[in-house]
């Protein structure tokens, strides 16, 4: 299921980096951060804290910014395309691999 709310979340994200929609924006954003509750919960018991205390700070400081919710709606999907990559470029091997061609 988490894999699944990752790899939509990055198609949608490249669907709305070609075609700017701000309801698709906003959509990308949810899936976003419904993965990252999804892969929280799975994750170990530091790597969960690590992550969940990150992600609190960051809410905190742009509250304290007095960026609000704003804020976080562009640092969040500013951090995407490099959640994108991290996640497509290993899939993008694999038919090279299947291919003999590495």
Do not use: C, D, H
């Given at each position: 299921m988490r894999s699944y709310l990752i790899l939509s979340m990055c198609?949608?994200?490249l669907?709305?980096?070609f075609f700017p929609f701000d309801w698709l924006k906003n959509?990308?954003?949810?899936?976003?951060?419904?993965?990252?509750?999804?892969?929280?919960?799975h994750a170990r018991?530091?790597?969960?804290?690590?992550?969940i205390s990150m992600m609190?700070?960051?809410?905190?400081?742009?509250?304290?910014?007095?960026?609000?919710?704003a804020g976080i709606r562009q640092g969040i999907f500013m951090n995407l395309p490099l959640?994108?990559?991290?996640?497509?470029?290993?899939?993008?091997?694999?038919p090279l691999k299947l291919g003999r061609i590495f």
């Open positions: 198609l949608l994200f669907i709305q980096y959509t990308v954003i949810g899936i976003a951060l419904v993965a990252f509750a999804a892969s929280a919960m018991a530091v790597p969960r804290w690590f992550g609190a700070i960051g809410i905190v400081l742009e509250f304290n910014k007095g960026e609000g919710f959640i994108a990559l991290v996640v497509l470029v290993p899939l993008l091997s694999l």
